[in-house]
Nanobody, 116 residues
Framework: QVQLVESGGGLVQAGGSLRLSCAASGIIFRLNNMAWYRQAPGKQRELVAAITSGGSTNYADSVKGRFTISRDNAKNTVYLQMNSLKPEDTAVYYC??????????WGQGTQVTVSS
């Protein structure tokens, strides 16, 4: 049974930081590309950051220079360090596991709220 469990969300003031974690089980984590998405109320889900199985990263323009995605294959965990948070970063953040020719898996999401 595949599980992706996000944690680390919460309420923070603008300019603050949060670190999200996504612990994976039931998959060969090191073979999966991992990504963080977010969905704000009334908006479509959007890609925030991604990291390949080889460690290459890419970011949405809106978070470049503020967010950092990383992974620890020994812990089957992917992280999203979020600095200089803005009210427009408020959303539910989701973790996704992707592997070619396999089913994609999503976590249940964690709420991030940034107050102005």
């Amino acid at each position: 049974q595949v599980q992706l469990v996000e944690s680390g969300g919460g309420l923070v003031q603008a300019g603050g930081s949060l670190r999200l974690s996504c612990a994976a089980s039931g998959i060969i984590f090191r073979l999966n590309n991992m990504a963080w998405y977010r969905q704000a109320p009334g908006k479509q889900r959007e890609l925030v950051a991604a990291i390949t199985s080889g460690g290459s990263t890419n970011y949405a323009d809106s978070v470049k220079g503020r967010f950092t995605i990383s992974r620890d294959n020994a812990k089957n965990t992917v992280y999203l360090q979020m600095n200089s948070l803005k009210p427009e970063d408020t959303a539910v953040y989701y973790c996704k596991a992707e592997r070619r020719y396999r089913t994609d898996y999503w976590g249940q999401g964690t709420q991030v709220t940034v107050s102005s």
